[in-house]
């Protein structure tokens, strides 16, 4: 059974940081590209950072870049979301998600989803 947990969200203020994190079990992890999405109410959800099954070639959505780090520990099946210079704009539930081979930034293509953890971040 595939499980991906994330942990790390919470509420913040502005201009502060939050760290995320996905524990992936059932799965061959290093054969997993592995990517961050949000949703926020009423919006759809969209891409935010890629990472490849070797932890290289990072990959970050416009609205994130310079200020959110993705990485992998491939030792312990984990990745990351560093995320700084947090902005009410960020509130969303973050998903991580796996995807077998390449990574990609269209949600639809990811093969397994974890159910999110919020982020909230006041002004």
């Known amino acids: 059974q595939v499980q991906l947990i994330e942990s790390g969200g919470g509420l913040v203020q502005a201009g502060n940081s939050l760290t995320l994190g996905c524990a992936v079990s059932?799965?061959?992890?290093?054969?997993?590209?592995m990517g961050w999405f949000r949703q926020a109410p009423g919006k759809e959800r969209e891409f935010v950072a890629a990472?490849?099954?070797?932890?290289?070639?990072?990959y970050y959505a416009v609205t994130v870049k310079g200020r959110f780090t993705i990485s992998r520990d491939n030792a312990n099946n984990t990745i990351y979301l560093q995320m700084n210079s947090l902005k009410p704009e960020d509130t969303a539930l973050y998903y991580c998600?796996?995807?077998?081979?390449?990574?990609?930034?269209?949600?639809?293509?990811?093969?397994?989803w974890g159910q999110g953890t919020q982020v909230t971040v006041s002004s």
């Open positions: 998600a796996a995807k077998y081979g390449f990574y990609g930034t269209d949600w639809s293509l990811y093969d397994y």
């Open positions: 059932g799965l061959t992890f290093t054969t997993y590209a």
């Open positions: 990472i490849a099954k070797n932890g290289r070639n990072p």
